[in-house]
């Protein structure tokens, strides 16, 4: 089996995400905007997800992070683009090792959804408030993005228990980083012992400061003071070229 069957602690309240050929073929993706403008080549980039090649299927996420994710801004194509990539988690395509890596391109889609649920986060939010009132409009893509994050959170939840570590890894801090939505809050007790796993096994220091930072968020027991520097977090489709997304060829 490539990933567990268990619901891995997912809402039985939250949506199911929708099937990915729905949310291909039912989104105007003309009329949404990303950061260059309108959204008419993002299907021709979602299909690339589902190719063979896993060179495509890595340059399409990364193209992905450019268009709905450039300078960490959720667009209004981000939210449908989440669902898509989100939909496609259990597609015979994910199981797709990258190339020099052991690693199958799940893990790489779980990290482009961890990495775009933190530019949406409650960290990110309260600090962009302080400088820009009004930040998180109502009805605005960034309010749009937040509101999906209990139906990307049922999506991921089946991967918290992987066999593959990496995979594993990627759908815990996924998982927390969602988690923020108050919908899920029954879940975070369950979360915490993922995000402990993370703190004593990890050597991946920005996912460990987001295990740090939700433990404390949560009031559960964390070392006296946060082991790890407060910086933006530079890991995932956003960094310069550090990130899971930087291809190895």
Not at 26 to 34: I, K
Not at 39 to 57: N, S
Not at 223 to 233: G, K, N, Q
């Amino acid at each position: 089996m490539n990933h567990s069957r268990s619901n891995g602690g997912a809402s039985p309240h939250a949506p199911d995400v929708p099937p990915y050929q729905v949310v291909l073929a039912e989104t105007d993706w003309d009329s949404l905007q990303t950061a260059f403008g309108g959204g008419a080549d993002l299907p021709r980039v979602l299909a690339r997800l589902l190719e063979p090649d896993p060179k495509v299927q890595v340059s399409a996420l990364s193209e992905l992070g450019e268009l709905v994710g450039h300078q960490n801004t959720i667009y209004e194509a981000t939210a449908p683009v989440a669902m898509y990539v989100a939909g496609i988690l259990t597609h015979p395509a994910a199981m797709t090792p990258r190339p020099y890596r052991n690693i199958p391109i799940r893990a790489t889609l779980l990290n482009w959804l961890a990495s775009t649920a933190y530019d949406a986060s409650d960290e990110i939010v309260g600090r962009m408030q302080q400088y820009v009132p009004g930040f998180l409009t109502r009805g605005g893509p960034l309010a749009a993005f937040r509101d999906l994050r209990p139906m990307l959170h049922r999506a991921v939840a089946p991967f918290l228990q992987d066999s593959h570590e990496d995979v594993r890894e990627a759908a815990v801090i996924a998982a927390l980083i969602l988690a923020e939505h108050p919908a899920l809050a029954e879940h975070r007790d369950h979360l915490a012992v993922h995000a402990r796993t993370i703190l004593d096994t990890s050597s991946d220091d920005p996912n460990r400061r987001v295990a740090w930072k939700a433990l404390e968020a949560w009031g559960h027991d964390v070392p006296d003071s946060e082991p790890f520097r407060e910086e933006r977090w530079d890991w995932g489709p956003h960094s310069d070229g550090c990130g899971d997304l930087e291809p190895p060829f």
